[in-house]
Every structure is written in C-alpha cells, then in structure tokens.
C-alpha cells in the first residue's frame, strides 16, 4: 500500500533556530513530491520535487529529495513565528491520487 | 496565481437538508478534487474528476455525490447532511496528475 510518513509529529522551536522537517514514502511509480504549509486554512504549496539531489529554495526554506532512499526534507533557517504551521508532505505516483502524509505541526516561539 | 475559490468559508446546516458546496478554478485546470479534513485523521479524498462530466470516487464517497458540468466549476453535494459530516471541506485543482495540487481557502461545515 502506498504511503507516506513524516516525522517528527510535532515540534517546539525558539525564533532564530534551524529545523528540519522529514518526509519518508512508499509508492509505486513515483512521479513528485510536493510541500505545503498548512495555517488556519488551506494548505499552500511551497515545492515541487521530481529529481533527486536538486536542492529547491524559496527565502528561508529549502527542500531537497533523495529518490534512492525514498525520502525528501524540508529546512527552515532563522524561524519566525509566521513559520508556525502544520507542513503537509505528499507524493503522486501516476493516479489521480495523492497520498499525503499526516503532516509536521510546528511551533515558533518568540 | 492560480486560484480556487470555495463560496463558502462557513456554513451551518441541519439534518437531512441537501448541501451544496462550489469550487470554481481559474487556471484551466484539468483535474479537481474534494476533500475533507479532520483532526487527527488528515486529508482524506472524497471525488474527483478528470475531465468534464467525468468523476471518480476518492477514499470516502458514502454520504456524497459531484457535479461537474463545466472546466472550472466543481460542485459537492451532500444529498441529506448528517452530523459526521460536520469537517473542514477543501476543494482543490491541478494541472495533471504529477502536478502541484492548489486548494482552495475552504469551507467549514457544521451539521447540527
């Protein structure tokens, strides 16, 4: 069956320090990878992965995908409070579906 | 920008009534998708359609039928509301099926 897992669940982070959020999948026929940041509302996209190795960067964030190893992270340099967020993984593998993780909650404190 | 655009960001409704949630997208988008989301249980995928009058059933059909009658619009329907369908209901678009998913901003329902 496939899925995805991400890890840690959750996480309490002062303002100024660096995380790395996990994201580990089981699919067949991987297509991309893809990050959401997930505030009150909807999730918002922040990457699209499909080659491995190629570091994506947007500001503070920046994702990278091993395809060998089945797994993909998502860094934050310098978190702010904005940064607090639940970050949604999710894997397409040639359906129409995708299969997303249950997602990181992360918390900035000031 | 792509955008997606729910009607409703909260909604309350009794049992038994007929519920009517629309998506529209802008971006020409061939795929649109409903989804619920719950505590606890994540994203779970209801229907979605391909293509113009077609549709599939995602994880969790029961309870729920769609329309899609025209490219951008994408209809959810709940045909007599029950109280655990009380969730957060997203719609979303994509361009193919490798693509990024873009969500609308959601639409909170409360069955009483």
């Known amino acids: 069956e496939d899925k995805v897992v991400q890890s840690p669940l959750s996480l309490v982070v002062h303002e100024g320090d660096t995380v790395t959020l996990n994201c580990s999948y089981e699919?067949?026929?991987?297509?991309?990878l893809l990050w959401y940041k997930q505030e009150k509302k909807a999730p918002t996209f922040l990457f699209m992965l499909?080659?491995?190795?190629i570091e994506k960067k947007s500001g503070r964030l920046s994702s990278i995908l091993d395809k060998k190893e089945l797994f993909s992270i998502l860094n934050i340099t310098a978190t702010q409070t904005g940064d607090s967020a639940i970050y949604l993984c999710?894997?397409?593998?040639?359906?129409?579906?995708?299969?997303f993780g249950t997602g990181t909650r992360l918390k900035v404190l000031a | 920008d792509v955008k997606v655009t729910q009607s409703s960001r909260y909604l309350v409704k009794r049992t038994g009534e007929k519920v009517f949630l629309e998506c529209v997208q802008d971006?020409?988008?061939?795929?649109m998708f409903w989804y619920r989301q719950d505590p606890g249980l994540g994203l779970r995928l209801i229907y979605f359609?391909?293509?113009?009058?077609?549709?599939e059933k995602g994880d969790i059909p029961e309870g729920y039928s769609v329309s899609r009658e025209k490219k951008e619009r994408f209809s959810l329907i709940l045909e007599s509301a029950s109280t655990n369908q009380t969730s957060m209901y997203l719609c979303?678009?994509?361009?193919?099926?490798?693509?990024?998913?873009?969500f609308g901003s959601g639409t909170q329902l409360s069955v009483l």
């Open positions: 971006m020409d988008h061939e795929n």
């Open positions: 999710a894997v397409t593998s040639g359906t129409y579906k995708y299969i």
């Open positions: 499909t080659s491995s190795g």
């Open positions: 979303a678009s994509s361009l193919d099926i490798a693509s990024a998913l873009f």
């Open positions: 359609s391909y293509d113009v009058k077609m549709k």
């Open positions: 699919v067949t026929n991987f297509r991309s």
